[in-house]
């Protein structure tokens, strides 16, 4: 026995309407994952770039006192003072460094792109697209039933 037309209609319907709702959801939701995955990768950009100034500005430093560890050194060449300068001198270079080192790995992470979302979305969009191969073929084969009957 061969439900009538209409409810056949209806449940294609409300199945449609279904599927249409869900699309919608998982789209918001995709959207939310590559927001909350550019935010990630934006916030390691930054503290690389901070970190990348704060090399600059060790090296600059450590410039100012290695100019002045050469001044003291030429003025007084027998003297402990510069030996201090050089010190500190070396100190500063290190430091800039280890901010350099950093900021290259934070920056070289990579550009800001949501890999998971995009990852997400193409698997969605297979989905999709094989559910709407069987929807095609559910609806061909209610037509052929409608034809017979």
């Not at 037309?5 to 199945?15: C, E, F, H, V, Y």
């Not at 060449?77 to 030996?83: C, K, L, P, R, S």
Request: a negative charge.
């Amino acid at each position: 026995m061969t439900p009538p037309d209409n409810a056949a209609d209806k449940n294609l319907g409300d199945i449609v309407s279904e599927v249409s709702e869900k699309a919608s959801l998982l789209v918001r939701e995709e959207i939310e994952l590559a927001k909350a995955e550019v935010t990630q990768k934006v916030k390691t950009l930054g503290k690389g770039a901070a970190v990348g100034a704060a090399a600059g500005v060790f090296l600059i430093f450590a410039l100012v006192m290695a100019l002045q560890t050469f001044a003291w050194l030429l003025a007084d060449i027998f003297d402990n003072v510069w030996i201090g300068f050089g010190i500190v001198t070396l100190l500063l270079i290190a430091m800039g460094v280890v901010a350099g080192l950093l900021a290259k790995k934070w920056l070289s992470s990579g550009p800001p792109t949501p890999d998971l979302a995009i990852g997400e979305a193409k698997a969605t969009r297979d989905s999709l697209q094989s559910q709407k191969v069987e929807r095609d073929q559910l609806g061909r084969s209610l037509e052929r039933s409608k034809e017979t009957s």
